[in-house]
């Protein structure tokens, strides 16, 4: 029995249809959403102990109150069970233990339902929405975004990104980070979480997949899958280094993320402030990308352990600071980046500590950053 006009009842189901388009939740969704909450109407007003059900009809919007028997023998409770006689006057060719459905729709159910569901089907819309917003981040996870700071709470940037607010704390920027209201900003999504108010989505700025994913972006033979970033390692708001391979020998990796004059790796080095980048080639020859990890020093000799999980590494006298970097900075980089713990020595150092008998040299001649001594000149 349906209690409302037909037009009426039409208007309901677009209503919803469009509702579900807007916010893209799945119609289905709210059409359960409205029998709950009729449900609970009907329970609330007319009687809490009855077994009953509410349908919904999905073409002409009207709905429908059940009230759901057992077939038995003998009734003990009339509210939850019927007769096999009376179930087979509703529904003929039941039997015992099957469940017959009785309409029992109140005339002015309507009315009624409107009020009491309304707070029900706001909250399950509201559910439903973040429900659709988790799900999206989710599958984003670990990718770039880029949000508006709308306020700053508990020293957190709350940053308006799609129709969601995420959380930049502290912590996940740079020392050289300084925004405020107003400012968009790029990050990344390092986790989702489901919250009592909603999905949490949490970016940074410092994780060293923010710098992968930007070049990623900018550099268009990465994309194509021609060029593959191997590894990445950062002090943030400090200095970075990335790894980078070739899969075709007629491309030489370093030169096609830098680009002539440096215009490729410019949008990063522009994002990422006064951070600098140095990008060095992979090489699947351990001694090598030792090697070219320790850029910009010039390097001796590597030699490498039977794992080659240790190193030891000599470079000109002259360059031992600069191969070890201020406060251990570019070593400690290096190592992050090739996986190897290394110990960097002057010749004049290595000439007074022979190596270890598990360390033998290897061949560097095809590192970037080999040192080649000038030959010395003749007498006249």
């Given at each position: 029995?349906a209690?409302?006009k037909?037009n009426t009842e039409?208007?309901?189901?677009?209503?919803?249809?469009?509702?579900?388009?807007?916010?893209?939740i799945?119609?289905?969704?709210?059409f359960?959403?409205?029998?709950?909450?009729?449900?609970v109407?009907?329970?609330?007003?007319?009687?809490?102990?009855?077994?009953?059900e509410?349908?919904?009809d999905?073409?002409?919007?009207?709905?429908?109150?059940?009230?759901?028997k057992?077939?038995?023998?003998?009734?003990?409770?009339?509210?939850?069970?019927?007769?096999?006689?009376?179930?087979?006057?509703i529904?003929?060719?039941?039997?015992?233990?099957?469940?017959?459905?009785i309409e029992?729709?109140p005339?002015n159910?309507?009315?009624?339902?409107a009020?009491?569901?309304?707070?029900?089907?706001?909250?399950?819309?509201?559910?439903?929405?973040?429900?659709?917003i988790?799900d999206?981040?989710?599958?984003?996870?670990?990718?770039?975004?880029?949000?508006?700071?709308?306020r700053?709470?508990?020293?957190?940037?709350?940053?308006?990104?799609?129709?969601?607010?995420?959380i930049?704390?502290p912590?996940?920027?740079?020392?050289?980070?300084?925004?405020?209201?107003?400012d968009?900003?790029?990050?990344?999504?390092?986790?989702?979480?489901?919250?009592?108010?909603?999905p949490?989505v949490?970016l940074?700025?410092?994780?060293?997949n923010?710098l992968?994913?930007?070049?990623e972006?900018?550099i268009?033979?990465?994309?194509?899958?021609?060029?593959?970033?191997?590894?990445?390692?950062?002090?943030?708001?400090?200095?970075?280094?990335?790894?980078v391979n070739?899969?075709?020998?007629?491309?030489e990796?370093?030169?096609s993320?830098?680009?002539?004059?440096?215009t490729?790796?410019?949008?990063v080095?522009?994002?990422?402030?006064d951070?600098k980048?140095d990008?060095?080639?992979?090489?699947p020859?351990?001694?090598?990308?030792?090697?070219?990890?320790?850029?910009?020093?010039?390097i001796?000799?590597?030699?490498?352990?039977?794992?080659?999980?240790?190193?030891?590494?000599?470079?000109?006298?002259n360059q031992?600071?600069?191969?070890?970097?201020?406060?251990?900075?570019?070593?400690?980089?290096?190592?992050?980046?090739?996986?190897?713990?290394?110990?960097i020595?002057s010749?004049?150092?290595?000439?007074?500590?022979?190596?270890?008998?598990?360390?033998?040299?290897?061949?560097?001649?095809?590192?970037?950053?080999v040192?080649?001594?000038?030959?010395?000149?003749?007498?006249?």
């Amino acid at each position: 029995m349906a209690f409302r006009k037909k037009n009426t009842e039409l208007s309901l189901i677009d209503a919803i249809k469009d509702l579900c388009t807007e916010k893209e939740i799945a119609p289905e969704v709210m059409f359960e959403a409205v029998e709950s909450a009729l449900k609970v109407a009907y329970k609330k007003n007319y009687s809490k102990d009855d077994n009953v059900e509410v349908m919904l009809d999905r073409d002409d919007g009207s709905f429908h109150v059940y009230a759901l028997k057992s077939v038995v023998e003998t009734v003990e409770d009339p509210v939850i069970e019927i007769s096999k006689e009376d179930a087979q006057a509703i529904s003929p060719g039941c039997d015992i233990d099957d469940v017959v459905e009785i309409e029992v729709t109140p005339k002015n159910f309507g009315r009624i339902a409107a009020q009491a569901a309304k707070q029900f089907v706001v909250q399950k819309l509201r559910e439903a929405e973040r429900g659709v917003i988790y799900d999206e981040f989710t599958n984003r996870e670990s990718d770039l975004v880029r949000g508006k700071i709308v306020r700053v709470e508990n020293g957190n940037l709350v940053v308006e990104v799609g129709k969601t607010e995420a959380i930049l704390e502290p912590e996940e920027m740079t020392p050289n980070d300084n925004y405020k209201i107003g400012d968009w900003v790029r990050a990344y999504i390092i986790e989702v979480k489901k919250g009592g108010k909603g999905p949490q989505v949490y970016l940074s700025r410092t994780h060293p997949n923010f710098l992968r994913r930007l070049v990623e972006i900018e550099i268009p033979e990465i994309q194509e899958g021609i060029i593959e970033v191997k590894a990445v390692a950062r002090d943030p708001g400090s200095r970075a280094k990335i790894a980078v391979n070739s899969k075709d020998p007629n491309i030489e990796a370093v030169g096609s993320c830098l680009g002539q004059h440096g215009t490729r790796i410019q949008p990063v080095i522009d994002e990422l402030g006064d951070e600098k980048l140095d990008i060095i080639a992979w090489s699947p020859k351990a001694g090598v990308y030792v090697a070219n990890a320790l850029s910009p020093s010039k390097i001796v000799s590597v030699a490498l352990d039977d794992d080659a999980r240790s190193c030891r590494v000599v470079v000109p006298d002259n360059q031992l600071s600069l191969a070890i970097g201020k406060e251990g900075q570019n070593a400690r980089l290096a190592a992050k980046l090739t996986g190897c713990k290394i110990d960097i020595k002057s010749v004049k150092q290595a000439k007074t500590a022979p190596l270890s008998e598990d360390m033998h040299e290897v061949d560097i001649s095809e590192a970037s950053a080999v040192f080649k001594p000038r030959p010395k000149k003749g007498k006249k």
